[in-house]
């Protein structure tokens, strides 16, 4: 059944791993985009040709090679910078990942600027990556931390939200597309009423860069991070948007090679932004990766991939829940991307991951790193099947049989 207006099945073509078996005769169904997204042939062809033609460390060199991994490098910095409409390259940093991101923010800006007292507001949905470095933040300078509630059907309250902003937070750090609950949370309005409150803000992209446009400045969002394995690139780099006032004005995060303009045994003085906060050799070939996914996303156009996945979101959605004892957690389709994280009947949801495996369906099981967020539905893990431009409605298909094969297992 086609979905949508692409062609999925030729999309499918660009990815050799989805022609993978994983026994003999039973064909990998990949519905775990949202912990990391396959890779086109295009992407590793990059990242093969770099390595094969042009390796060589980069802004230090003089040699032929050396220059060309350089613009290489600085090539898809440009890219990253306007896949994300951003308004100028030197606001995008390389770090690992978005953790990496939300660190480099929570080290630098914050320690810079939060003191004893000073409020840092999150929500109740955050991967532990947007929660973890304000704990240790918070242990450390006595900074306050409160959340924005999420409601029974999956959405923030942002009744609760304008109150909070009452109490004059610092910084407002949310996501904006939940990895459990594929809540796409209305961006631009907690970003404008942070604003008016006097905050800066700092958007967790790991699931919506990858699925949704985005556009930094339409969304006048501070910070914005998020990780290329997630997007159709490499895993080990990742990407912090700043606005460039921001940048400027924060110290550096890790001290070494490239990061600094001059050097005297006792003092030194740092480089500019971008490579202020990049130190150290970073992940070049990865980079040419990144650069490769995000032409790749870019040639097929994120409104399109959006479309294609909310065609697939909307069909699982109805199949799972024709299931008798099967819940799925999160809002409606029409707010929330390509993520259904259910529960089935007292199944433990590790039980039904092993099962859909046995049928060549790959799905996560577990707290999917939002642990106080299960907690909040009163359940400890889910299972979650997560959709990307690639995958079929007969995919759909074929972890719903699995479903109720575990059900008769069970039964
Ligand atoms: N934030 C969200 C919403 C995520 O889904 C993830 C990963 O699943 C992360 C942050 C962390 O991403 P990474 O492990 O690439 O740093």
New binding site residues.
């Given amino acids: 059944m086609a979905v949508s207006a692409f062609d999925v099945q030729r999309i499918r073509t660009d990815f050799p791993i989805l022609n993978r078996e994983v026994r003999p005769g039973i064909l990998l169904a990949y519905l775990d985009s949202?912990?990391t997204a396959q890779k086109p042939a295009v992407v590793v062809e990059a990242m093969d040709a770099f390595y094969q033609k042009y390796n060589a460390n980069i802004h230090r060199g003089i040699h032929t090679l050396a220059e060309e991994a350089t613009t290489a490098y600085e090539d898809a910095r440009q890219k990253v910078a306007a896949f994300i409409n951003a308004a100028n390259a030197a606001e995008v940093i390389f770090t690992r990942?978005?953790?990496?991101s939300i660190n480099l923010v929570a080290y630098t800006w914050a320690r810079q600027n939060l003191n004893s007292g000073d409020l840092v507001l999150l929500t109740e949905m955050e991967?532990h990556?947007?929660l973890i470095p304000w704990q240790i933040l918070a242990a450390e300078r006595d900074v306050r931390l409160e959340f924005v509630p999420v409601t029974e059907d999956g959405l923030l309250d942002l009744g609760v939200y304008r109150q909070l902003l009452g109490l004059s937070p610092k910084l407002v750090s949310f996501?904006q597309?939940?990895?459990v609950l594929g809540t796409v949370t209305p961006a631009v309005e907690i970003i404008r009423l942070a604003h008016d409150a006097g905050a800066v803000t700092l958007v967790?992209g790991?699931?919506s860069v990858p699925h949704l446009p985005v556009d930094v400045q339409a969304l006048d969002v501070d910070f914005l991070a998020f990780?290329a394995?997630?997007m159709c690139g490499p895993t080990g780099i990742?990407a912090l948007y700043g606005k460039r006032r921001l940048l400027e004005s924060m110290p550096p995060f890790m001290g070494g090679g490239d990061m600094i303009k001059t050097v005297h045994l006792r003092s030194f003085v740092p480089n500019a932004i971008p490579h202020k906060f990049e130190a150290g050799t970073p992940a070049i070939a990865q980079a040419v990766g990144f650069g490769a996914a995000v032409d790749y996303l870019a040639r097929i156009g994120m409104q399109t991939i959006k479309e294609h996945e909310h065609a697939i979101t909307t069909y699982a959605l109805e199949r799972l829940e024709e299931i008798p004892g099967v819940r799925v957690i999160g809002p409606s389709c029409d707010l929330k991307g390509g993520v259904a994280a259910f529960t089935l009947d007292e199944i433990h949801p590790h039980d039904v991951a092993q099962i859909l495996d046995t049928y060549g369906v790959a799905v996560r099981a577990g707290h999917?790193?939002a642990q106080p967020l299960h907690e909040k539905f009163g359940i400890t893990a889910t299972s979650r099947a997560s959709f990307y431009l690639y995958n079929t409605t007969e995919e759909v298909d074929r972890m719903i049989d699995a479903v109720y094969k575990v059900k008769e297992m069970f039964a």
Avoid: V
């Avoid at 990942?97 to 990496?100: Q, V």
């Fill in positions: 949202t912990a990942n978005t953790t990496e991967h990556s947007n996501t597309m939940s990895n967790d790991a699931q990780s394995h997630k990742g999917h790193c």
